[in-house]
């Protein structure tokens, strides 16, 4: 009697899936929601707590910048224990945090609870990217991100109008019971929902090999130049944000409610954009989608600077040109982004972080100067505009020219998947 026998081996573990669609972007969209819906408040702040408006307006700049830092822990948190994990932590503080804002007794513990909310809720818009990268390639990534940022992007264009009704009707700790409530839900949607997708964590969580992390992603040109060209292509929208409220009141003459219904047009031409990413990114390669949204961003500063010349004092001259610049950041910013997170793939959770790191530090570091140069006119502001319009063109090229990330691109879990089938 014969037989033969085969040693079979470890099972092989299953290719991580996409989480649901609808779930990434809620995990995103509570941040910038959050973000976005007090500040149609920060007059009443300075009344309410008795202080002065360049006080009140550090829960907006703290805000980002709380929000970068906490993102340098979190990839390598995300690398080490998971995705999963980390989120569910993060919006557990975020949470917690809220409660805090609508309890605050002083500006001081407003602010810090503004602090402690981005710290928590920069957890889904860190880790949604790196799910993304993990599972997808970078083409069908930054059509994902795209799709995303999307449909994300609905939550910051109705949050300020959002926010001023409930302040008018309910008063201002009424949004953060809100915020407590939104979080609640998304929450519990991750921890019922959300897989793990980081299949390949790291060994153990060793915060000087992080650091050798950030290290290898700063010697790397191309993350570099993808990561800077979208944090100031960022930034370029955060300055506009800062100055346009005080323009449109104080040198325009328009009621404080106009600035919500302009907002919401530039987030719907954003919208446009994201969508033409999705559609035709993977025909058309990413790099080619992200030259013409920053040169298109670029064009559309300069027509916004000869319209505010030579224009009348309305809205539309600031308004209409930056509808084109947000379209052309919608086609840069997901290719961007998928860029970046995956010019070295292993490390993705680390890369993640250090990008939103710079972005958030640039853009808040573009809203106090924007703050302290405006004056009697627009101009000062679109000439930062129009400078870091140009950097994002530069830091671009620095990345399409010194890369072959496109080239080398290894395979990811789903790519060896269809492969072997």
């Known amino acids: 009697m014969s037989s033969s026998s085969t040693v079979a081996g470890p099972p092989r573990a299953p290719a991580p899936h996409l989480p649901p669609m609808w779930l990434l972007v809620a995990a995103t969209a509570v941040g910038p929601f959050g973000l976005h819906i007090l500040i149609p408040s920060m007059p009443g702040l300075v009344t309410g707590f008795a202080t002065d408006y360049g006080t009140v307006q550090l829960t907006l700049t703290l805000y980002l910048i709380g929000m970068g830092v906490a ?26 945090a809220s409660t805090l804002c609508a309890l605050s007794w002083s500006i001081e513990a407003l602010i810090a609870g503004r602090i402690l909310q981005a710290v928590g809720v920069c957890a889904g818009q860190v880790l949604s990217r790196a799910i993304v990268r993990d599972v997808l390639d970078r083409d069908r990534g930054a059509s994902t991100i795209a799709f995303i940022t999307m449909a994300m992007a609905i939550a910051p264009a109705l949050a300020p109008l959002i926010g001023a009704y409930i302040d008018l009707w309910l008063g201002w700790r009424s949004i953060f019971v809100g915020l407590v409530l939104i979080a609640l839900t998304t929450g519990a949607a991750i921890v019922l929902l959300l897989n793990e997708t980081n299949l390949q964590k790291l060994p153990r969580l060793d915060f000087r090999g992080a650091f050798g992390h950030y290290r290898q992603l700063l010697r790397d040109r191309a993350f570099l130049g993808y990561s800077l060209s979208t944090s100031v292509t960022m930034s370029t929208y955060f300055g506009f944000l800062a100055g346009t409220p005080l323009i449109l009141v104080e040198q325009m003459g328009q009621p404080v409610q106009a600035y919500g219904i302009w907002y919401l047009l530039i987030t719907l031409t954003y919208m446009f954009g994201n969508w033409l990413a999705t559609r035709f990114t993977v025909r058309i390669g990413g790099d080619r989608m992200m030259a013409w949204g920053v040169w298109f961003s670029l ?18 001259v600031l308004f209409g040109p930056m509808c084109f610049f947000v379209m052309g950041n919608g086609l840069s910013q997901p290719n961007g982004i998928s860029a970046a997170v995956g010019a070295r793939p292993q490390i993705a959770g680390a890369a993640s972080g250090l990008m939103g790191f710079t972005q958030m530090l640039v853009c808040a570091t573009v809203t106090l100067l924007v703050g302290h140069i405006i004056q009697s006119s627009p101009l000062p502001m679109l000439l930062v505009m129009l400078a870091t319009a140009t950097l994002a063109v530069l830091f671009f090229l620095m990345a399409r020219y010194r890369s072959s990330l496109s080239a080398s691109d290894p395979p990811t879990p789903l790519q060896t998947k269809s492969m072997q089938t």
């Open 299 to 316: 064009l559309a500063v300069l027509a916004m600077i000869a319209a505010e010349r030579l224009g009348p004092a309305h809205p539309i």
């Open 71 to 96: 993102q340098l822990g979190l990839g390598p948190l995300s690398d080490r224990f998971g995705r999963r994990p980390v989120m569910i932590a993060g919006f557990a503080i975020y949470i917690g």
